[in-house]
Structure formats: structure tokens, C-alpha cells
């Protein structure tokens, strides 16, 4: 089963940012920092074109930090201003703004040079779905206007918010790549909780975050669920010593169903500690397997 899910609000909504696109000065992108490359929409990085741009890591305090910093390092050669968040916790909000001012600099001064009075900076944020994007909005603004929930697609359409005088936000709805390139980014997204669960094939999903886990965080794997199992162990035969050690057997075999949700519902609770799924070595074999 191929995972693919682009409604209809999500392709109103991208016709929307380029419509807004004109009234703003800067856009603020929000990336899941436990796939920063993954959860980078691509696809609106050509809507978004030349206007200036922040990538917003957040959820930094759920990451892989040395991985993620390698993911940091990796947009800032490509021209991008990086800041890190933890938009629940508040932490770095400021450094966002602070950021934007820089980045707008130039234009203001040139603005104050003509006798022209600046306004009001206005930022655009986008991002694909449950990435954080309402929580970030109402800590800035430290009211709930934006709708939040774990889940993705609950904000269905834009709406601009003011910060206070010197900035104003423009909040869209979460928005997908049409098709992604490859499967493993519908996985990845698929396990930060971007798409919906009942339309991904969550088995697929499960044994993908086994295939990352056992070559990447082996550790966390077997002493989260009491095993011992190596690298080089088919994901299958993992996924039954998980299933041998939480569930009981049901006619003469363990419950898949209940140990694939397990799975993944302790990645996203945290339970396997500080996870980063895009590694940075495997982006470095592909572009040398290119290059070959």
C-alpha cells in the first residue's frame, strides 16, 4: 500500500499561501526536528521561491541532538537561518522573532532611508501537519487562538494574527507534498503523527521504525522491551520478541495488531528516548551512490 494523502483542504490551502504570498516579508517554516529532512516540504519551498525564509526545528527536546545539529549544519550550507524550538515549552520563541528582525534588516533600513514609517513585520507560518505549528502560534502570541491537537489536520484555514506591533502572523493549515519522492518519508511522516492512521498501512510503518531503530538506537530497542536482539536480526523476528515479551498468545500466536500499535505508540510517547529518524549518514551514501 502506498502512502499518499493530499485532500482537498491541503490543495486549497497551497493555492491560498501562494495567493498571500505578496503580503508577506518573511516565512516561517516549522520542521519536526526528529526528521528535519523529512518533514521539509520540498513542494512549498517552490511555492515560497525567493521570499525570505526561517526553518523553525522544533520539538528539539524530543530529538537526537548530536543527529539533529547534523541536520542543522546541513540547511545552513544550503543558505537557510535555522532556529531551534520547543514551542510547548516556550523555549526559544524570542530567538524566532529576534531572527526575523535580522533577516528584514536591510529592508527596513532602506524603508526608514526613504522617510517610509516601517509596520508591522508579516510572517507567514507553514508546515506540513502536526509539526507544531498552533502551539508555536499561541505561545508567541500567549493566547489560544489557533487550534491544537495531536493529530494532523485540524487547522483548515488561514488566518492572520497579531503578535503585537511589530509583527503579525499569517497561520495556514498543515500541508503535504502531493507525492513524496520516496516511501520512507511517508513512513517517517507517517510515524510523527503527520498522516492520518487510518489510511496509513501501520504494519509497513512499524517495521520501518524496527529497520531504524536496530541500526540506529539498538540499545534503546532491546532495553526498552527486555530483549537482545543484534542488527542484523530480520525486523520480523524483532517484531515477534516484542510481541513475545508484552502480549499473550491468542490461538497459538501473539497479537501483531496490539504490538504494531505498541510500537509506535511508544515512539511517539517518547519511550525510546531521544530519537532522530533521518540519519545523516545514510543522506551522505545515497549522494555518494549517485555520484557513482
Not at 524570542?94 to 526608514?112: F, G, H, Y
Amino acid at each position: 500500500m502506498v502512502i499518499q494523502w493530499f485532500p482537498g483542504h491541503m490543495a486549497k490551502a497551497t493555492r491560498e499561501v501562494k495567493e498571500k504570498l505578496k503580503l508577506v516579508d518573511i516565512v516561517f517554516e516549522l520542521v519536526d526536528a526528529r526528521c528535519p529532512l523529512s518533514s521539509h516540504n520540498m513542494y512549498l519551498d517552490e511555492v515560497v521561491k525567493d521570499k525570505k525564509k526561517i526553518i523553525i526545528f522544533n520539538k528539539i527536546d524530543l530529538c537526537d541532538r548530536a543527529e539533529t545539529a547534523k541536520w542543522k549544519s546541513y540547511f545552513e550550507n544550503k543558505g537557510y537561518t535555522v532556529v531551534y524550538t520547543d514551542a510547548k515549552n516556550s523555549n526559544n520563541l524570542n530567538k524566532v522573532i529576534d531572527k526575523a528582525k535580522e533577516e528584514l534588516a536591510e529592508k527596513i533600513a532602506r524603508q526608514v532611508a526613504k522617510g517610509i514609517k516601517p509596520r508591522a513585520i508579516r510572517s507567514m507560518v507553514i508546515g506540513v501537519p502536526n509539526v507544531g505549528k498552533s502551539t508555536f502560534i499561541n505561545k508567541l502570541i500567549k493566547k489560544n487562538v489557533a487550534n491544537t491537537a495531536n493529530k494532523p489536520g485540524v487547522t483548515k484555514k488561514q488566518q492572520w494574527l497579531k503578535l503585537n506591533k511589530d509583527i503579525e502572523l499569517l497561520d495556514t493549515p498543515g500541508i503535504l507534498m502531493p507525492k513524496f519522492d520516496n516511501q520512507e518519508i511517508g513512513k517517517k511522516l507517517s510515524l510523527i503523527g503527520s498522516i492520518k492512521d487510518d489510511i496509513t498501512p501501520l504494519d509497513d510503518v512499524s517495521l520501518y521504525l524496527i529497520e531504524l531503530l536496530k541500526n540506529n538506537y539498538l540499545e534503546n530497542l532491546n532495553n526498552l522491551y527486555k530483549i537482545n536482539v543484534t542488527s542484523e536480526d530480520e525486523n520480523v523476528f524483532i517484531m515477534e520478541k516484542v510481541a513475545e515479551k508484552r502480549f499473550k498468545k491468542i490461538g497459538g500466536d501473539y497479537d501483531y495488531d496490539s504490538t504494531i500499535k505498541l510500537l509506535i505508540q511508544d515512539f511517539r510517547t517518547q519511550k525510546f528516548g531521544l530519537i532522530t529518524l533521518d540519519n545523516y549518514n545514510d543522506l551522505l551514501e545515497n549522494e555518494e551512490q549517485h555520484e557513482n
